[in-house]
């Protein structure tokens, strides 16, 4: 089966920049982009968690990604960990705060340059009611990747059975 299953992979590998030119636009640029480590120092992330009003344990984090630079973040994959004040873990949770395009649920889109990214999420879990100021929120950035600018230009429509433009001659006399 090993035998079977490299030569599947190899040409699958090979056929991506085929399929890559093939797909809408939108789509080719989900695969177009690239992991940037020390662009993270251009992201500030923020959160801080609070237990609801209700008190029947759900906790609500509320998110804020700015992005900093010039580059356009297409992933941003975070894992949430809330501590209460003895530094025991009450939840953890993964978020996508970036996306390379934006659909329902947790798919909330890239991060432009200069932007700013709102968003919460709930979670639910033994929150000590004697410590509701004092929770912490860690956050590790798990995944990261931006978007490649520099693309093979599309080539043109072959305009080889294309009829020139024609002028007409003007009638108006400049004199």
Do not use: C
């Not at 695969?31 to 008190?55: C, H, M, W």
């Not at 949430?80 to 395009?101: Q, R």
């Not at 879990?125 to 956050?139: Q, R």
């Not at 490649?148 to 006399?173: G, Y």
């Amino acid at each position: 089966s090993e035998n079977l299953i490299v030569p599947l992979v190899k040409d699958a590998i090979q056929g991506l920049p085929v399929l890559q030119k093939s797909l809408p636009p939108a789509l080719a640029d989900m695969l177009n982009d690239r992991r940037l480590p020390d662009y993270r120092s251009q992201l500030e992330i923020g959160a801080k968690t609070f237990v609801q009003e209700d008190r029947r344990g759900r906790m609500r984090t509320e998110i804020e990604v700015t992005n900093k630079g010039q580059e356009v973040v297409t992933l941003l994959a975070l894992r949430l960990v809330i501590f209460d004040p003895h530094n025991d873990i009450l939840a953890e949770s993964n978020e996508w705060a970036a996306t390379p395009i934006a659909a329902d649920e947790d798919w909330r889109g890239p991060i432009l340059p200069g932007s700013t990214r709102y968003f919460a999420v709930s979670h639910y879990g033994p929150s000590p009611e004697s410590a509701l100021d004092e929770l912490k929120t860690e956050i590790e950035v798990t995944d990261f990747r931006v978007w490649n600018e520099k693309r093979e230009a599309t080539p043109a429509p072959s305009t080889d059975n294309a009829t020139p433009p024609t002028t007409s001659p003007s009638n108006h006399d400049p004199s």
